[in-house]
């Protein structure tokens, strides 16, 4: 027999978390990432630095990569639980931190828009938002890479957040954030990363297994292109990313245009398969098209996540 106390206390709780949800996610569509205001993004990325900088040298590099990697998540995790326990007035504020979907859109929107005015400001616009070598790419690959990274990020700033909300609550959303920053600063296949970020790649790409998938359904859907969905699971298995590939081929299948290809990374080149056949000309349209299906997408995950807060509390 359910406990009518229990229930009771369930659903307000679940009521708490939604509350948190829709004002952390409307904050975020109204403001963004204020450049005024600290971002704890920014604290994960000096402790990161700080530990690559004392620990990423001699010998088991390997070893003590895993260890910072989990020292943090862990401790991440014990950070969450203790805002959600005793400080839930603030949950709406860790949720506002760890989505990223309108400076993502703001920045790729900022991107073409450089563009038209130059080759130049288009390549130090779109650096802002990519890891690779801007300063050699034409026109079309900017645009290439904004777009692609508008995919990709849907993943890591939005979908990916939201799912381990649902998961895990906001510990569980405030971890993921550690764990996406770990991968952005050291999981590269470089000679200076590729042992001591080794194990901060692998434990991104199981965070982000589910949700790349999701994101890239939620695309096709938003799109009104459900028939994409064989391209995109033949595509996305092409990515060296075991996760980028599925979004990034949700939206090269919707646009019907061609990405991936060779990049420069840190010096160094890599070689990345195509993604889609039709290698056409990008436009500002492409861009509006690729912004409306995020945002629709998001929309969905929204409240899809809301749905199943409810319906867990009424379990």
């Not at 014990?78 to 007035?89: D, E, M, Q, T």
Request: proline fraction near 4%; charged fraction near 15%.
């Amino acid at each position: 027999m359910v406990n009518p106390q229990c229930s009771m206390v369930n659903v307000q709780w679940s009521m708490v978390n939604i509350t948190s949800l829709l004002v952390g996610w409307l904050l975020d569509l109204l403001l963004g990432d204020p450049v005024w205001l600290p971002h704890p993004v920014v604290g994960f990325g000096k402790a990161i630095a700080f530990g690559e900088h004392h620990f990423n040298r001699g010998s088991f590099r390997k070893i003590k990569g895993a260890i910072m990697a989990v020292v943090l998540i862990i401790a991440t995790y014990a950070v969450g639980l203790v805002i959600n326990s005793h400080l839930p007035i603030f949950n709406f504020l860790i949720v506002f931190f760890c989505l990223a979907g309108t400076t993502l859109i703001r920045e790729v929107r900022a991107v073409f828009l450089a563009l038209d005015r130059s080759l130049d400001e288009g390549r130090r616009q779109v650096a802002r938002i990519v890891g690779r070598d801007t300063s050699e790419l034409s026109a079309q690959e900017v645009r290439t890479a904004a777009l692609e990274t508008l995919a990709e990020n849907l993943s890591d700033g939005v979908i990916a957040p939201l799912f381990w909300f649902a998961v895990l609550g906001v510990p569980g959303m405030l971890t993921y954030k550690m764990i996406n920053t770990l991968d952005s600063m050291i999981g590269y296949r470089t000679e200076r990363y590729r042992d001591f970020g080794c194990w901060a790649a692998r434990i991104d790409d199981i965070a982000n297994y589910i949700p790349a998938r999701l994101t890239a359904m939620l695309m096709v859907i938003a799109a009104g292109k459900p028939q994409l969905s064989r391209f995109v699971w033949q595509n996305g298995r092409k990515h060296a990313s075991p996760n980028s590939g599925y979004p990034e081929a949700a939206l090269a299948g919707i646009l019907n245009c061609r990405f991936g290809g060779p990049h420069y990374y840190f010096g160094e080149i890599f070689d990345k398969p195509y993604i889609g056949v039709n290698e056409r000309p990008l436009s500002t349209s492409d861009m509006q098209t690729a912004i409306r299906v995020n945002r629709i997408a998001e929309v969905l995950m929204l409240a899809a996540v809301c749905c199943w807060l409810v319906a867990k509390s009424l379990c």
